[in-house]
Antibody, heavy 119, light 111 residues
Framework: QVQLQESGPGLVKPSETLSLTCTVSGGSISTYYWSWIRQPPGKGLEWIGYIYYSGSTNYNLSLKSRVTISVDTSKNQFSLKLTSVTAADTAVYYC?????????????WGQGTLVTVSS | QSALTQPPSASGSPGQSVTISCTGTSSDVGSYNYVSWYQQHPGKAPKLMIYEVSKRPSGVPDRFSGSKSGNTASLTVSGLQAEDEADYYCSSYAGINNLGVFGGGTRLTVL
């Protein structure tokens, strides 16, 4: 059974870049679509974007200018970079696996990692 | 892309049935049979409960069922149990050029 694990700093300063990595184990990152989803404290889910193992990406329009998702198939990892962060980017960040283009149908999730934006 | 609309709360007594609605538009829920439902307990990651409107992943009890009519999808939980108390989110495909969308979530309380 595939497992996903997020890793990265839990505290980021305003205006800096948030960087997270998701390591996939128990299965290959090749095939499937790999997503980042976030959830501000006490709020709902927001799909940040995703990458296909081939490198094709699609991002949430509201974040597109600040987001980059990349994949490293040799390490079975994919990563998120979010630039120029503010307090509004404080959230639990999840990585997840999907099976179809643009479809928010995620059958496997990481446990999530809380990222706080604060000086 | 706008979020799907869910009621903020729902409740029912053990053994009863409860239905949670998820209203979208003709650009998402109304046009595609790609609606999913997630269950999220406090401090935990969401868990897929329903996909493609009414299909259950392996291991999800058949007390959970999904349906759709027009622009509104629904999740029904039958025979409510204490462990069903959680937040529930719907999501929908929104077309080849648009990222899919989530609903705002519904907190289900088992009385």
């Amino acid at each position: 059974q595939v497992q996903l694990q997020e890793s990265g700093p839990g505290l980021v300063k305003p205006s800096e870049t948030l960087s997270l990595t998701c390591t996939v184990s128990g299965g290959s990152i090749s095939t499937y679509y790999w997503s980042w989803i976030r959830q501000p404290p006490g709020k709902g889910l927001e799909w940040i974007g995703y990458i296909y193992y081939s490198g094709s990406t699609n991002y949430n329009l509201s974040l597109k200018s600040r987001v980059t998702i990349s994949v490293d198939t040799s390490k079975n990892q994919f990563s998120l970079k979010l630039t120029s962060v503010t307090a509004a980017d404080t959230a639990v960040y999840y990585c997840a696996r999907g099976s179809k283009w643009n479809d928010p149908d995620f059958d496997s999730w990481g446990q999530g990692t809380l990222v706080t934006v604060s000086s | 892309q706008s979020a799907l609309t869910q009621p903020p709360s729902a409740s029912g007594s053990p053994g009863q049935s409860v239905t949670i609605s998820c209203t979208g538009t003709s650009s998402d829920v109304g046009s595609y049979n790609y609606v999913s439902w997630y269950q999220q307990h406090p401090g935990k990651a969401p868990k897929l409960m329903i996909y493609e409107v009414s299909k259950r992943p392996s291991g999800v009890p058949d007390r959970f069922s999904g349906s759709k009519s027009g622009n509104t999808a629904s999740l029904t939980v039958s025979g409510l149990q204490a462990e069903d108390e959680a937040d529930y989110y719907c999501s929908s495909y929104a077309g080849i050029n648009n990222l899919g969308v989530f609903g705002g979530g519904t907190r289900l309380t088992v009385l």
